[in-house]
Nanobody, 124 residues
Framework: QVQLVESGGGLVQAGDSLRLSCAASGRTFSRYAMGWFRQSPGKEREFVGGISWSGGWTSYADFVKGRFTISRDVAKKTMYLQMDSLKPEDTAVYYC?????????????????WGQGIQVTVSS
C-alpha cells in the first residue's frame, strides 16, 4: 500500500519561496513516476510537474518552468517541490501523486496514489 504525505505548505508573500515535501512509504519506487498537482477553488486539478523516481528525469507544466524545481531523495523516499518567485495565482492545494511506471504523465487519472494535499497561499 503506497502512502504519500505532503508537508511544507503555508502562507507566503508574492516573490517568496517555499519547498514542499512528499514522503512516500509502503513499497520501493524504483519503477515509479511521481507527480505534483494543484487545485484552486473552482478549478480542476492540474499537473504541475513530475519526476521519474529511478532516473530523475523531470517534466513541468509551462506555467511553472523556470520557477519550480522537482527533485527527490531516494534514500529518504521523499520528493520535493521547490517553488521560487511565487505568485498569487500559485495559491492552491498541492497534491503529490504516484504511478507504477517510469513514464511521467500529466492527467489525474494516470496516477493511482495520492496524498491528502496541502495548502499553499501566496498573498500579493
Amino acid at each position: 500500500q503506497v502512502q504519500l504525505v505532503e508537508s511544507g505548505g503555508g502562507l507566503v508573500q508574492a516573490g517568496d519561496s517555499l519547498r514542499l515535501s512528499c514522503a512516500a512509504s509502503g513499497r520501493t519506487f524504483s519503477r515509479y513516476a511521481m507527480g505534483w498537482f494543484r487545485q484552486s477553488p473552482g478549478k480542476e486539478r492540474e499537473f504541475v510537474g513530475g519526476i521519474s523516481w529511478s532516473g530523475g528525469w523531470t517534466s513541468y507544466a509551462d506555467f511553472v518552468k523556470g520557477r519550480f524545481t522537482i527533485s527527490r531523495d531516494v534514500a529518504k523516499k521523499t520528493m520535493y517541490l521547490q517553488m521560487d518567485s511565487l505568485k498569487p495565482e500559485d495559491t492552491a492545494v498541492y497534491y503529490c501523486a504516484a504511478r507504477p511506471s517510469i513514464v511521467i504523465l500529466t492527467t489525474n487519472s494516470d496516477y493511482a496514489n495520492w496524498g491528502q494535499g496541502i495548502q499553499v497561499t501566496v498573498s500579493s
